[in-house]
C-alpha cells in the first residue's frame, strides 16, 4: 500500500492542525497505522499508533492529551488531530503502516511538514 500525507503548515503555537495519511488501498485489519516525526537535527520519534481493526491507540508522553489518532476505514485514510501546538512539535511528520504498534517497519508516507511558531 501507498500512503499520502497531508495537512502539514505554519501554525502558531496554541493552535491545531489536521494531518491525514490516505492509503491507495485497503489496510489490512490486524496492521496499525503510526505517526512519527522528525524534526531538524533530530532523530526520529514515535508519535502515537492506532490498530487498524479495532481503533486501539498508543501516544508518546509528549504528544498524549493534546494529539489525538483516528482513522476511516471507509476511506482508508488516517488522521492526526494536533492541538495546543507548540513550537517543539516542529517536524516533519510521516506515516506508516506495518504489523507491528510502534515499529518503522512497514510502509511509508512521504512526510508532511509542521511548523510551530512561538
Known amino acids: 500500500v501507498q500512503l499520502q500525507a497531508s495537512g502539514g503548515g505554519l501554525v502558531q503555537a496554541g493552535d491545531s492542525l489536521r494531518l491525514s495519511c490516505a492509503a491507495s488501498?485497503?489496510?489490512?485489519?490486524?496492521?496499525?497505522m503510526r505517526w512519527f516525526r522528525q524534526a531538524p537535527g533530530k532523530e526520529r520519534e514515535f508519535v502515537a499508533t492506532?490498530?487498524?481493526?479495532?481503533?486501539?491507540?498508543y501516544y508518546a508522553d509528549s504528544v498524549k492529551g493534546r494529539f489525538t489518532i483516528s482513522r476511516d476505514n471507509d476511506k482508508n485514510t488516517g488522521y492526526l488531530q494536533m492541538n495546543s501546538l507548540k513550537p517543539e512539535d516542529t517536524a516533519v511528520y510521516y506515516c506508516?503502516?506495518?504489523?507491528?504498534?510502534?515499529?518503522?517497519?512497514?510502509?511509508w508516507g512521504q512526510g508532511t511538514l509542521v511548523t510551530v511558531s512561538s
Open positions: 492506532i490498530r487498524w481493526n479495532i481503533g486501539s491507540t
Open positions: 506508516a503502516v506495518g504489523l507491528l504498534p510502534r515499529s518503522s517497519n512497514g510502509s
Open positions: 488501498g485497503p489496510i489490512s485489519s490486524n496492521y496499525y
